[in-house]
């Protein structure tokens, strides 16, 4: 059976949840590409590390032992920020590989290099685990939409935010607190400012907008607010009248151009996002013929976001004449 | 530019939502199509009833006249009931065309039969329109879930039902009361039997479970129970305790054998279904890698159905070499 090789670059939670459902969804992968997955090296940045990777999988610090791979078809880039994650991307389509990105915060800002490279190399980017985790909205938007114009998009984007508001609320806890059973649950970083900023929900709008308004607003335009200004007693007046704070990214049209905002938002219980709790994530579409759809799920974890970069793989993947020259 | 030639069978609700889909988003059908689409013919019962049709269009009751068409390769088919409906889609697909259904009461039952049928001849069936209106469920299962394993389907697949169930709730009203509001909202038949009583929902779930466990539990063997035996104090007595009753279409794999169930459970406000209301539809997929995601949206409706079948349309077109020599 003919083997289809690719690499794994960062061994984070993500990482490592793509290097174990390659093995465990094997068969899957077989009936679906008639070929077999082979994770032929893990690049790690700390070498001292321990890790339970395969003695037969070449485990390394230098991105160009990777990309030196004869026969390497994919890479799956699970690297935070916004390098080296560019530049190692931009390097494996250069050399004729498919990239599945799960990095939010660089394809935020370059995905349209990447994809009008991709393009011109004739190999495809997958980029369905930079926003909204395991639930399927990129290909949702790109492949099942395809007639409707979608007007707006509203969404829940950050499951840490969204498990900070829910807990203070149920559990009558003030931001602080709530944000402290986040970080026990795993929920949180160390550092969790990207999230409750709304940075990271910006990054993961900004993706969206490129995909369905074909452009994105002047960064500095829009408005971010995290949910650090929320008080317990806000909360729980918004619910004694039957509401709830929910961080909503929103994005749409308006006239020539787009209007994007992160940010706070009250909303009564008729609202699609209203009953989204926890650390899911969830995306409102409104198009022209569909009218409203809300996809729900996990917007973070090991799992669901392996889920993504695998699926993106499985669907998007053609064998590419590999042009070793170019690099 | 090029013409595709298309034909709707059936002018109810959802054949005129394809109607005016296919004029108002033209625009859209030939960038992604690079081809006009034209509906050539509309398949009629009722010859003295008046239409809007344009004067161009083939209005007939005499299906042969429609498969007669020179260079015809769609069919939408938008009529109730297992015939004719099957009889004609054999036959266009029989002629090489590919065939776009709505119809669930034909397709959960002779579905096999037509994906079969339309492998043999190398065209497509879509039937995206026959579940949960314009929630794109059957080609998320199909295309954005290829790797995962789905375990189990939980959903809401009847907006009567659900319609029904909300309104007994919310404004304290019995079962034929809120069925009457149903009715004037036109959110129910004149005879709502198959939509209170569970037989809509239990098509969609057997189309369902062809779709993801490849086969169906014998119909006999499955549980299906209305929400007509719901009374009023049973509601209310679950609102009192923080529940909701949910009309719920559930299958999953229990050792060898499907176990498939259409009936009304108690939920609590945790569970993915419980904030579904009114007239939509909503459906929680487990899979093995993602866990758990939920689509909701419209059930049902002339555009939200028109848009499930032309992006079914728009996604699975090809042309096709015809076959006019079989018919």
């Given at each position: ?7 794994l670059l960062g061994f984070g939670t993500v990482g490592q949840g793509?290097y174990e ?20 090296a893990v690049l790690i940045k700390n070498p001292r590390k321990k890790r339970n990777i395969d003695s037969?999988v070449l485990v390394t610090t230098d ?15 699970a690297i935070i ?109 160390a ?111 090991k ?25």
């Open positions: 059976m003919r083997v289809i090789k690719a690499a793509v459902a390659v093995r465990t969804h094997r068969e899957q992968l077989k009936e679906k590409l008639h070929a077999e997955v082979e994770i032929a037969s991105f160009r032992e990777v990309l030196a791979i004869p026969g390497l078809e994919v890479v799956f880039e920020g916004e390098e080296p994650g560019f530049s190692y991307c931009l390097q494996a389509i250069e050399k004729g590989c498919h990239v599945i990105t799960a990095n939010k915060v660089m394809f935020a800002r370059y995905g349209n290099v990447l994809l009008e490279k991709a393009k011109e190399k004739g190999v495809f980017v997958g980029y369905e685990a930079t926003t909204a985790g395991g639930i399927p909205v990129i290909r949702t938007i790109s492949q099942q939409l395809q007639v409707n114009d979608i007007q707006r998009v509203q969404a829940i984007l950050n499951g840490t935010s969204n498990f900070v508001l829910s807990a203070m609320r149920e559990k009558h806890l003030p931001f602080e607190e709530a944000l402290e059973i986040a970080r026990q649950h795993g929920y949180a970083e550092d969790p400012g990207n999230d409750v900023k709304g940075q990271d929900a910006f990054c993961k709008l900004m993706i969206l907008s490129r995909l369905v308004f074909g452009t994105q607003p002047d960064w500095e335009k829009v408005e971010v607010e995290g949910i650090g200004g929320l008080s317990l007693a806000d909360i729980e007046r918004a619910d004694r009248q039957g509401l709830r704070y929910k961080h909503i990214a929103d994005i749409y049209r308006d006239g020539g151009t787009l209007k994007a905002s992160v940010k706070p938002v009250l909303v009564p219980p008729e609202h699609a996002l209203y009953a989204v709790e926890g650390v899911n994530n969830a995306i409102t579409i409104y198009g022209s013929l569909i009218g409203k759809i809300t996809l729900t799920g996990p917007g973070a974890g799992f669901p976001t392996a889920s993504a970069m695998i699926e993106d793989f499985a669907a998007g993947y053609r064998p590419v004449p590999q042009l070793d020259a170019v690099s």
